[in-house]
C-alpha cells in the first residue's frame, strides 16, 4: 500500500530558526510535492520536485526552499522562519505518467513562536 | 488560469441525509483532469476519484456518486445516506498544464454528520 511518511506530526520553533520538514514515500514516485493548508485557502502549492534534485516553485515558494537528494525524500526547508509560517504542511507523490493521484502523508502542524 | 469553487464552506446534516458538496471549475485546457480527496479528522487526505474531460459519465462507488457537467463546468460530489464516518473536509482539484500531475486545489467543504 502506498505509504508516505512526514517526520512530525506537530512540531514547535522560533522565529529566525531554521526548520526541516522531511517527508519520505515508498512507492518509487518521480514526483514530490510540498503544500501548505491554511483556513479558507485550501492547498497551495509550495515546490515541487519531478526527478531527485530537480525542483520547481509553486504558488508561494518566498521564504521556503527544498532538496531532493535521493528519490524518496523530500525537504522543505523554511531559511528563518516567521509567525506568519504557522500552518499545516502536507507532503504528496505520485507518479510521473501524467494524471495520477498524488497520495499524502499525515500533515505537520508547525506553530512558529 | 484554472480555478476551483467550492462555495459550501461548511455543510451540517443528520446521519441518513443525503447531501452533494459543489464543485465549479475554471479553465482553457481541452484535456484535463478532476478529483476529489477527503481529509479526515487524521489529516491525510484520501484520493477518493479521478474523472477525465472525456467522460462525462456518473460515477457510482457504494454510497458515493459523482455528476459530471461539462457544460456547467461542474464535478458534483453526493453522499447517500450520509454517516458519521464520513464527516471530513472534502476537496474537489483541478490538473494544471505544464505536466508533472500539480493540481489546483478549491478551498474545500467541512461536512458534519450529526446522529
Known amino acids: 500500500d502506498v505509504k508516505v511518511t512526514q517526520s512530525s506530526r506537530y512540531l514547535v520553533k522560533r522565529t529566525g530558526e531554521k526548520v526541516f520538514l522531511e517527508c519520505v514515500q515508498d512507492m518509487d514516485h518521480e514526483n514530490m510535492f510540498w503544500y501548505r493548508q491554511d483556513p479558507g485557502l485550501g492547498l497551495r502549492l509550495i515546490y515541487f520536485s519531478y526527478d531527485v534534485k530537480m525542483k520547481e516553485k509553486g504558488d508561494i515558494p518566498e521564504g521556503y526552499s527544498v532538496s531532493r537528494e535521493k528519490k524518496e525524500r523530500f525537504s522543505l526547508i523554511l531559511e528563518s522562519a516567521s509567525t506568519n509560517q504557522t500552518s499545516m504542511y502536507l507532503c504528496?507523490?505520485?507518479?510521473?505518467?501524467?494524471?495520477?493521484?498524488?497520495?499524502f502523508g499525515d500533515g505537520t502542524r508547525l506553530s512558529i513562536l | 488560469a484554472q480555478k476551483v469553487t467550492q462555495a459550501q464552506t461548511e455543510i451540517s446534516v443528520v446521519e441518513k441525509e443525503d447531501v452533494t458538496l459543489d464543485c465549479v471549475y475554471e479553465t482553457r485546457d481541452t484535456t484535463y483532469y478532476l478529483f476529489w480527496y477527503k481529509q479526515p479528522p487524521s489529516g491525510e487526505l484520501v484520493f477518493l476519484i479521478r474523472?477525465?474531460?472525456?467522460?462525462?459519465q456518473n460515477e457510482i462507488s457504494g454510497r458515493y456518486s459523482w455528476n459530471f457537467q461539462k457544460s456547467t463546468s461542474s464535478f458534483n460530489f453526493t453522499i447517500t445516506a450520509s454517516q458519521v464516518v464520513d464527516s471530513a473536509v472534502y476537496f474537489c482539484?483541478?490538473?494544471?498544464?505544464?505536466?508533472?500531475?500539480?493540481?489546483?486545489f478549491g478551498t474545500g467543504t467541512q461536512l458534519k454528520v450529526e446522529l
Open positions: 482539484a483541478l490538473t494544471r498544464g505544464g505536466g508533472g500531475n500539480k493540481l489546483t
Open positions: 504528496a507523490s505520485s507518479l510521473g505518467t501524467l494524471h495520477q493521484p498524488q497520495h
Open positions: 474523472r477525465n474531460s472525456f467522460d462525462e
